[in-house]
């Protein structure tokens, strides 16, 4: 099992999209452990793209982060990381296959509608600048017994 970080994007949020968002991840099978609408501090949005520091594209992110809510949450399953980022879709939403969220909802690599940790390491490190570990939540779904 793993653990992947996952953000939904203000855009995002701002457009209504959390919920048909969120159902890909949970009709995949993968189980939400912790989840949170937050407005992100800047202390937490450098912390979150410290890898892009120096980026032409650094200070607009920042920007368009901090400009409303975000989702944050913490999703589980078997390879959560590369099914994650399947869903989601590359980076450059025109090159995101069309039945990915990126493919699906987005037009600009800036505002590509949802984050995903790209390692072990790096969603580790991500989920805790936004969760407490009493925030994670162990429990059992339905799908377990299908793995
Ligand atoms: N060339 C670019 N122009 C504008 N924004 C960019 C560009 N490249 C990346 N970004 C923004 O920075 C974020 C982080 O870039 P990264 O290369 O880590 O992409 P990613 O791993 O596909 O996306 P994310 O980390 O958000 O899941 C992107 O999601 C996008 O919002
Ligand atoms: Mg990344």
């Given at each position: ?78 390879r959560?990381i590369e099914t ?64």
């Amino acid at each position: 099992m793993e653990r992947e970080f996952v953000m939904i994007k203000p855009n995002a949020v701002k457009r209504g999209l959390t919920s048909e968002i969120i159902k890909n991840y949970e009709q995949k099978g993968l189980k939400i452990v912790a989840m949170k609408m937050i407005k992100m501090k800047k202390s937490q949005a450098e912390r979150l793209y410290t890898q892009h520091k120096g980026k032409d594209f650094y200070e607009p992110l920042l920007e368009f982060i901090l400009s409303g809510p975000v989702i944050v949450m913490i999703l589980e399953g078997p390879r959560a990381i590369e099914t994650v980022r399947n869903i989601n879709g590359e980076t450059d939403p025109l090159k995101a296959s069309p039945g990915s969220i990126r493919g699906k909802y987005g037009l600009s690599v800036r505002k590509n509608i949802v984050h995903a940790s790209d390692s072990n390491k790096n969603a580790e490190e991500e989920w805790k600048i936004f969760f407490k570990e009493e925030e994670i939540i162990e429990y059992r779904n339905g799908l377990e017994n299908e793995l």
